[in-house]
């Protein structure tokens, strides 16, 4: 009976495909959207800046939702210890999402300690922010890291000090109306260029001793780990007391 079904959804996606093909199986609709490109490291025409250098309006202080209080200068945004944890104002669900960061090259800390922060997707899944360069610690905790549950595939950092990037493709959970995880979430990030996660999929939320997914149709805790299940969720910028700073945020909608 499943396979039936199976091979029954496979006849009606083909025919789909077919129906917008001509007899040389070639398909004219629908045209996608035009796009200009990143030029010269301005982001793509569609996207929604969150960083653009000068403010940080779409930027909010996730403790109270007061406005955040990072320190702007030579159009970056750095953290400011106990300044705490920043969010986007906005609800993203998939996304591709660029960002670009950068330890401080005052070296103090080690391991953890040592440029520490993070890009947390729907506020509860992180993509760790360390500076990794000859800096030991454990693999799933290092820069590019989904933070205790996958260690990046290379170790694509700079050395502290210079810009890097990060460029997340993002597909988030999907719950059903009862907030039961329908489908889990996935990631895939290139760090400077280079693939450090390859459509990794995400356990659950990280920070927690066992990752799991928790949903409610009703006000998200980021503190409780507790998804909501519209299926979007801010973007969230780490306070780990370290000297870390960002610049040119930008995200598309998928
Ligand atoms: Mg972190």
Redesign the pocket.
Known sequence: MKNLLGLLCLLIASSQVLAQANDRGEVYAPVPALVRGVVNGAPPSDAIILFDGTHLDAWNRTADDTAARWLIEDGAITVQRGAGTIKTKQSFGDIQLHIEWRPSDIIQGRGQGRG???VFLHSLY?V???DSWENETYVNGQAGSI?KQQAPLVNASKPPGQWQSFDIIFKAPVFNETGVLAAPAYVTVLQNGVLVLNHFEILGATFTETPEYTSRCGPYSQEERIQDCSGKMPITL?D?GQSVSFRNIWVREL
């Open positions: 520490n922060s993070g992180e760790q922010v360390l933070y780490q780990h």
